[in-house]
């Protein structure tokens, strides 16, 4: 058994800033790569920012110089700086982690999507 458990959400004003963390715990063996999406009210989840094993990184336009992914793998967590918050950045941020959860499968190279229940984050004046 796998949970990720996201905090660090929560309403700010536009040009703020807020910081994701997301632990994993339980039954794991390795992770690979680790994200965050979101998804605004009637719109499609979107991927944020992925971050690999290794620490390369990509984001998507909209939060390009102003969003920081970074990971401690020795706690296998990783956060995500928000910084000069938009109104449109409003949604329910989900943390992602790809991740080899029992013996088999690590050995075998192969791996499975955990997700975590999400974070409400509202940029509003």
């Known amino acids: 058994q796998v949970q990720l458990v996201e905090s660090g959400g929560g309403l700010v004003q536009p040009g703020e800033s807020l910081r994701l963390s997301c632990a994993a715990s339980?039954?794991?063996?390795?992770?690979?790569?680790m994200g965050w999406y979101r998804q605004a009210p009637g719109k499609q989840r979107e991927l944020v920012a992925t971050?690999?094993?290794?620490?390369?990184?990509n984001y998507a336009d909209s939060v390009k110089g102003r969003f920081t992914i970074s990971r401690d793998n020795a706690k296998n967590t990783v956060y995500l700086q928000m910084n000069s918050l938009k109104p449109e950045d409003t949604a329910v941020y989900y943390c992602n982690a790809d991740l080899a959860d029992n013996p088999r499968t690590y050995y075998s190279g192969g791996s499975r999507p955990y997700w975590g229940q999400g974070t409400q984050v509202t940029v509003s004046s």
């Open positions: 339980g039954s794991i063996f390795a992770i690979y790569a």
């Open positions: 971050i690999t094993s290794s620490g390369s990184t």
